[in-house]
Nanobody, 125 residues
Framework: QVQFEETGGGLVQPGESLTLSCTASGFTLDDYEVGWFRQAPGKEREGVSCIRTDDVTYYKDSVRGRFTISRDDAKNTVYLQMNNLRPEDTAAYYC???????????????????WGQGTLVTVSS
């Protein structure tokens, strides 16, 4: 059974940091590009970042310079380090896979599959 488990969410104050983890089971993650997405209440799910199998990374403009995506294929895990968090980063965060470099660049939900259940990040003072 192909599954993703996202962990690491929580409640933080503006300016603080969190690291999210996305661990795959049932398949080998190093065959896939992996994207992080988020969905705020009442909004569409949007791409945040993506990492290719060759470690090239892409970021949504509003998180570039604050978020860092990385992967540890030995642990079958992709991480999202989030620094200087803002209230507008509040959302449920999900990871998913694709086998397309173009899809990784575009970051559109319809190009990804094997979605996890998400982890909630709340940034509030």
């Amino acid at each position: 059974q192909v599954q993703f488990e996202e962990t690491g969410g929580g409640l933080v104050q503006p300016g603080e940091s969190l690291t999210l983890s996305c661990t795959a089971s049932g398949f080998t993650l190093d065959d896939y590009e992996v994207g992080w997405f988020r969905q705020a209440p009442g909004k569409e799910r949007e791409g945040v970042s993506c990492i290719r199998t060759d470690d090239v990374t892409y970021y949504k403009d509003s998180v570039r310079g604050r978020f860092t995506i990385s992967r540890d294929d030995a642990k079958n895990t992709v991480y999202l380090q989030m620094n200087n968090l803002r209230p507008e980063d509040t959302a449920a965060y999900y990871c998913a896979t694709t086998k397309s470099y173009i899809a990784c660049y575009r970051g559109l939900t319809e190009d990804f599959s094997s979605w996890g259940q998400g982890t909630l990040v709340t940034v509030s003072s």
